[in-house]
């Protein structure tokens, strides 16, 4: 690494030291207490994983360049500074090994947001070129091609022409005035396009106008999980531009968590100005068309299921009782995990960790975590609302060799729904 690029990664920490960031760490009683939060300590053992030490260059450069003592020690030459080999040693433990899921700021006695200042370090390593090389492809991919995948608009248009085959529904493409605009991401597009198929049945049921977008159908927020404002910022410009151009009321987040409380809470505050749309995730709106009596099921499943509460849905978005409302439009057999909903283990593939090679043997590793908690319910089922969770959790059971269903939610209600004979004959 050069000594410029040294100094541009310490001066992007510099940058992210905020009011907050100099409240937590000031505050901070070195209890240790986030450590249990955090399956990549619990499962390893190894201290260099407790949350608050992945912090550590950005605590360095907190306390050098904004507190009395921290100036003094750099006086008398007693500051330890931050260096290249320091930074090249943390990317494991702010990337590899941490999925910003906000479990250990949850558990935090003093209330110190550690995902939040996890992000902040975050950018200090992309302008010191210290970020992973499998999610910098991803953010690459994401602002040139549009998914970080490199699914492109044409894919899209081939998956459509095969639900509308197979279905008989109409997907609409950039209809303008439409109450919703859908997005996806790519795994939604190239893994589980029966999501896709899914809404086109729940929305022609609950009688809703509904698009996708051409030039903003990816929801996925690359920029986010690498820690780039500037590239964040794009990909939600780029959703916002498609939405007012189509002038559509409402937005909707496909099943991702990251994707959700990207658009949703940071999107507003990353282009710098009020959204004219309202944002929803995918389950929101299923739930206010339940509570409307739009969409009815049948047929419910006695098979023991449970719910896997993405991290940044649940956690983040305070998304909880919903889902809930809708597991019990399926299922007359429900059985919570332990420590569901705001307290649910983390997948351990979110953050950008599971599309960084770099991290595979320690996600494969932590995921027993999950493991257990799923295999303690008992169930016949996994349900979950997050494309990226789906493909981890099936991932690891493979792996654990555990042979377990996985489904997400949206798609086990179109499963269920009622259709009026109307409808029936239209299909037929």
């Known amino acids: 690494m050069s000594e410029a690029t040294l100094e541009r990664g310490i001066n992007a920490l510099k940058e992210q030291i905020d009011a907050p960031v100099a409240a937590f760490f000031s505050s901070c009683v070195s209890c240790g207490m986030c450590a249990e939060a955090c399956l990549f300590y619990t499962e390893t053992g190894d201290p260099k994983y407790t949350p608050i030490y992945k912090l550590e260059p950005l605590r360095r450069v907190w306390e050098s360049e904004y507190t009395l003592i921290g100036k003094i020690k750099k006086a008398l030459g007693l500051h330890k500074p931050v260096t290249d080999e320091m930074l090249e040693e943390w990317q494991e433990l702010l990337y590899d090994s941490c999925t910003m899921c906000a479990r250990c700021s949850m558990i ?18 992309v302008a ?44 609409p493409m950039d209809a303008e005035g439409a109450d919703y605009l859908v997005l996806l991401s ?30 903003a159908f990816e929801a996925t927020n690359s920029g ?51 959204f004219t749309f309202r944002v929803l995730h995918i389950l929101e709106l299923l739930d206010e068309l339940r509570a409307a009596g739009k969409i009815k099921t049948k047929d419910l499943e006695t098979d023991c299921y449970t719910f896997h509460d993405p991290c940044s849905l649940a956690r983040k978005g305070g998304v909880i009782e919903g889902p809930r409302r809708l597991m019990n439009m399926v299922t007359t057999n429900f ?94």
């Open 108 to 125: 935090c006695p003093v209330g110190n947001d550690i995902a939040y200042m996890v992000r902040k370090t975050r950018e200090g390593m």
């Open 128 to 171: 010191s070129g210290n970020a992973p090389e499998g999610v910098k492809g991803a953010s690459m991919r994401a602002v040139t091609i549009g998914s970080p995948m490199g699914v492109k608009l044409s894919a899209l248009e081939a998956q459509i022409k095969h639900i509308e085959a197979d279905t008989g529904l109409k997907i």
């Open 186 to 215: 790519s795994m939604e597009i190239m893994n589980f396009p029966e999501y896709l198929e899914g809404l086109a049945k729940i929305f022609k049921q609950a009688g809703i106008s509904w698009t996708l977008c051409s030039t």
């Open 224 to 274: 986010i999980q690498i820690g780039s404002t500037d590239i964040a910022r794009i990909l939600v410009q780029r959703i916002v531009d498609g939405a007012e151009r189509l002038k559509v009321k409402n937005v909707i987040s496909p099943e991702c968590g990251h994707a959700y409380t990207a658009i949703r809470w940071d999107g507003p505050n990353l282009i710098g100005r009020p």
């Open 335 to 428: 059985a919570e995990m332990k420590d569901h909903g705001k307290m649910n283990w983390c997948c351990g593939g979110g953050g950008g960790v599971s599309s960084n090679e770099d991290a595979e043997e320690l996600r494969i590793k932590v995921f027993k975590k999950k493991k257990d908690q799923i295999e303690e319910t008992g169930a016949d089922v996994l349900v979950t609302a997050c494309a990226n969770c789906r493909l981890v959790i099936e991932e690891g059971l493979e792996e654990y060799k555990v042979e377990l269903p996985v489904i997400g939610l949206s798609e086990l209600i179109a499963d269920h729904l009622v259709v009026d004979e109307a409808q029936a004959e239209e299909k037929g």
